[in-house]
């Protein structure tokens, strides 16, 4: 154990277990947070101070502060879940806090150093373990540390001044009535991330970006937008807030799972990278190569393309089911989950709910 270095000032009226259950009954995504919160501070010229774990409520700012003018701004998700003896552990946060740092640079803001971004996340969850979801489900605790520019200026620059902060949502289950396929709305207009920008970054201002585009898929009836690259408009790049993976099965060859290579304006999800090595494990090829649009729909048509899916950590897999576009429409494996899209959710599913081995160490458990 490091020697921590996040005070610890808890809530003397957390709230009661029988009103906590009745949240965890039926949590839903990102609606309710609990007790506590995790804050640490960064100022030029002393760096990252007073970290304190204090009761979760609202921050109090400037209307000048830097963030709500500019938008550097920069987030994370990642989960923890219950074990079966019991016990809590977090997936993957050293790769969250890694991606965390890449972020940073890329908004020119501190990076935080990875212990630093572990150890508050497990301040948080050890003091709110009572909001994990009990062992059985696919129900976890959501995390979100983010990072805001708090200097107080109308000047444009990067800030001088930072707050870093750790919440955590209780997550039920994804698809309530079983896993069902997503609708996809084919963006040819509308572009997430270009060349140089920041779509590699996780930050607010990619998704207020997508947001029109999001709202344009609703109206063509569609539950999420795929992106293709800004430059041709011809590679398919990722969804709102999902990366994409392309199921290949020929007879001669076996069953081959493809995910567009980050080109930079791409978000290299942790799922993603996680699924390359899951599919090695069931025996399927993996790979990163570039897809164009003609070739999902004529692969998709001449039966070598069965399954897509798209990936992140709130619903880990997601089968997509019809695709739309101005031009067109087509619907993957009849519009059902294939059977390589399932088998991949609950092979990675098991290590994070402690069912299955993990084989990659993975799994970060509470001390
Ligand atoms: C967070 C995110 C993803 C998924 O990343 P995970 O680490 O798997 O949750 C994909 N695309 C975008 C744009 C994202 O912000």
């Given at each position: ?31 309710h ?12 010229g ?79 969850v050890q ?84 947001l ?63 699924l ?48 739309k ?37 993975w ?5």
């Amino acid at each position: 154990m490091t020697t921590p270095t996040i005070e610890l000032k808890p809530s003397a009226h957390p709230l009661s277990e029988a009103e906590r259950n009745k949240i965890l009954a039926a949590p839903g995504f990102g609606r309710h947070f609990t007790d506590h919160m995790v804050t640490i501070k960064w100022t030029e010229g002393r760096g990252w101070h007073d970290g304190q774990l204090v009761p979760y409520g609202p921050l109090s700012l400037d209307p000048a502060t830097n963030v709500l003018h500019y938008a550097q701004e920069i987030f994370e998700g990642l989960k923890a879940y219950r074990q079966p003896d019991g016990s809590v552990a977090m997936f993957r946060p050293d790769a969250n806090a890694r991606r965390f740092q890449a972020s940073a640079r890329r908004l020119a803001m501190p990076e935080l150093p990875v212990e630093t971004f572990i150890e508050a996340c497990d301040v948080l969850v050890q003091q709110d373990k009572g909001w994990v979801p009990a062992h059985g489900g696919e129900e976890s605790l959501y995390l979100r540390p983010f990072m805001i520019a708090t200097e107080v200026g109308l000047g444009v620059k990067p800030a001088n001044e930072y707050l870093f902060v750790v919440i955590a949502s209780p997550a039920g289950a994804y698809f309530a009535g079983g896993v069902k396929p997503v609708s996809i709305w084919l963006s040819e207009n509308r572009v997430r991330a270009v060349p140089g920008g920041m779509g590699d970054a996780k930050t607010g201002g990619n998704y207020a970006a997508s947001l029109l585009a999001q709202a344009e898929a609703a109206v063509h009836g569609c539950d999420q937008v795929a992106y293709l690259d800004a430059v041709e408009h011809k590679w398919v790049e990722e969804l709102g807030g999902m990366n994409l993976y392309f199921v290949y099965e020929d007879a001669a060859n076996g069953t081959r799972i493809v995910t567009p290579t980050l080109t930079g304006s791409l978000l290299a999800g942790v799922t993603r990278d996680s699924l390359l090595s899951v599919a090695r494990d069931l025996g399927y090829a993996s790979q990163e190569a570039r897809v164009s649009i003609d070739q999902w729909r004529a692969d998709t048509e001449n039966g070598t393309l069965t399954e897509v899916f798209a990936c992140g950590t709130a619903a880990v897999i997601t089968p997509v089911g019809t695709v739309k576009s101005a031009g067109g429409e087509w619907t993957q494996s009849g519009g059902e989950p294939g059977k390589v899209t399932l088998k991949l959710r609950e092979a990675l599913l098991d290590i994070q709910r402690g069912v299955a081995e993990d084989t990659h160490g993975w799994m970060h458990r509470l001390g």
